[in-house]
């Protein structure tokens, strides 16, 4: 057993993340969004659109936030 305390199932890539929540319709747009700078993850610019992003990460695009509260399933909320 893994002591790391954010296993592989309890992550989400942040262009995954951006289509989940509807921010981008198709992940080509998350792709466009993210390398422009568009995307903040816990108050930075982030720029790798396969950042992995786990319980208690804060998204912001556009001014609006985002939060990841609990893991689910294929998608964090």
Known sequence: MSTDP???REALRLDQ?????GI???GGQAKVL???GEVQVNGLV???????LVVGDVVEIAGT???L???ARGELT
């Open 69 to 71: 509260d609990r893991p």
């Open 6 to 8: 954010t296993p592989e």
């Open 46 to 52: 982030e720029t790798r659109r396969r950042r992995k």
């Open 17 to 21: 993340f951006l289509k989940l929540r």
């Open 34 to 36: 993210i390398q422009r």
């Open 24 to 26: 981008a319709d198709t």
């Open 65 to 67: 936030v985002y939060s």
